[in-house]
C-alpha cells in the first residue's frame, strides 16, 4: 500500500492542514449568518448545460478544465467548478425565484477543475461564497461586500488585503464599450495573441483578462467602461461606493476588473493580496442581473462573491490550536465502569473527555500528555468508595481531591472549562451550597 497516493492536484486535510480549513468555512459560516445569510447545500455534480450556459462556451473552464462525463443514463454530468450556477439552478428548480425575494444564501463545499496544480491551487479545492438574490439595489452589493471584508477582518487576514472595484455598467454602457473596444483591438489586429484575435470576433471583454504580455501591452492603453458609462450607470456605481463608505470597507478603483458574460452588470469586484505570488485573488464577485433568466427563470438582479478556502487557510498565520480533552484516567480495569460514566458526564457538560483503552496507569498518563490533555481526572478504587476523583493539571503537575460537584469548578481552575461552562459550573456549585444547607432528614 506504500505506493498510494492521492490523485494529482487533491491532497489529505489532516492535522494543521484541516483546523486550518474549517477554521475558514466556520468564520464565514457565523458572519454570514450575522448578515441574515441561510445557508444551502447543492449537488456536487450538475447537468453539464448548467455550468456551459452559465460560463460561456468559449470559457477556458468550459472548453479545458471541467470534469464531465456521461454516465450510465447517457447524461452528460459536470463536477461543479463552481457554485453560483448551482445556487441559481436551485432557485429556478424549487420554484422560489418569484418567492419571498430576497434570498440570502451562503454556501461552501468542494469545487473540481482540471488545471496545472500550483501553490494554492487544486483540482479538487473548496470555496466559500454568499449571494443575494433578488435584491437590484446598489446597498445591496456593499452589504456582500462588506460580509466578505468582515470574514477576512475575522481570520485576521485583512492586513495587505486589497478591495479593487469596477463597474460593468448597464446594458448601453456595455453596449458601447464593446464597440469602442472592437475599434481599439481591431486597429492593433496583428498584435494580438491568437486567443485574443478569436475572442475579438466572438467576446472582446476577454481580451481583458488575457495573460499574454502583447495583449496585456495593448490593454494598458485600451478605452475604460467609465468613458461610456450612462447616467444610471454612474449613479449606481457611485452609490455602491457611498454605501462602501458607511460600512467601512476600504477600496480602490482597477477599470480592468471585467466579467465577459452578458449577464454580468454593473459591480465587479476582488480582494487581492500580494502574500500568495501569482495567485493574488482570495475573494472576487460581482453583479449578475441576467444569470436567472438564462437559466430559464424570471428576470432576478443577483450579487455575490465566491473565494478559495485554500488560499484564506494559507493566509492565516497560525493554524488553531486542537481540542485539548480531559483525560479520564482509570488506575485498573476494576474503575472504569465509573470512569465510563464520569467521561460520559464530562461530554454532557459540553466538555471534550477521552479515555485510553487498555493499560496501566503510567500507560494512559502517557496516552494523556501524547494526545495534549490539559487535564487528567484519575479515578482508582479508594475514589470510587469516597465519591471523589483525583484532578491533575497536566501543565505544572498540581492535583487535588475533590467531589464529584466540585469537578467542573476544578477543571475551571485548571484552565479547561471554558467561558461557555462558567454559568453551568455556578449552577453545580450553588447546587452543593444549597445541599449543604439543608436539614438532615429525620
Known sequence: MSGMQPVRGTRDLIGDAFRRHHHVI?????????YGLEEWATPIFEATSVFARTLGDTSDVVTKEMYTFEDRGGDSVTLRPENTAGIVRALVSNGLAQQA??????????????????KGRYRQFHQIGAEILGAAEPLADAEVIACGWQILQQLGIDDGVVLELNTLGDTPSRDAYRAALVAYFTAHRDRLSEDSQKRLEKNPLRILDSKD??????????????????????????????????????YRDNPRIVRGLDYYSHTAFEFVTDRLGA????????????????????????????????????????????VRPVAVVPVSEAEEGPAV????????????????YKGNLKKRME????????????????????????????????????????????????????????????????????????????
Open 26 to 34: 466556520e468564520t464565514a459560516r457565523h458572519v454570514t449568518g450575522l
Open 101 to 118: 425575494l430576497p434570498r440570502k444564501v451562503f454556501y461552501a463545499g468542494p469545487m473540481f477543475r482540471y488545471e496545472r496544480p500550483q
Open 213 to 250: 504580455a502583447g495583449d496585456k501591452a495593448l490593454v494598458a492603453d485600451a478605452p475604460t467602461i467609465h468613458e461610456h458609462l450612462t447616467p444610471e450607470a454612474a449613479e449606481f456605481h457611485a452609490a455602491v461606493k457611498r454605501h462602501l463608505d458607511r460600512f467601512g470597507v476600504p
Open 279 to 322: 495567485q493574488g485573488t482570495v475573494m472576487a464577485g460581482g453583479r449578475y442581473d441576467g444569470l436567472v433568466q438564462e437559466m430559464g427563470g424570471p428576470a432576478t438582479p443577483c450579487v455575490g462573491w465566491a473565494a478559495g478556502v485554500e488560499r484564506l487557510a494559507e493566509l492565516l498565520e497560525e493554524a488553531p490550536e486542537p
Open 341 to 356: 460514566e464520569l467521561l460520559q458526564m464530562l461530554r454532557a457538560a459540553g466538555v471534550p473527555a477521552e479515555i485510553a
Open 367 to 442: 496516552r494523556a500528555n501524547r494526545i495534549g490533555s490539559q487535564a487528567a481526572v484519575i479515578i482508582g478504587e479508594s475514589e470510587v468508595a469516597e465519591g471523589v476523583v483525583v484532578v491533575r493539571n497536566l501543565s505544572d503537575g498540581t492535583q487535588e481531591r475533590v467531589g464529584m460537584p466540585g469537578l467542573l469548578p476544578a477543571l475551571a481552575a485548571a484552565g479547561v472549562v471554558d467561558a461557555m461552562l462558567e454559568q453551568m459550573v455556578e449552577e453545580m456549585e450553588l447546587a452543593a451550597e444549597e445541599g449543604e444547607d439543608e436539614p438532615d432528614e429525620e
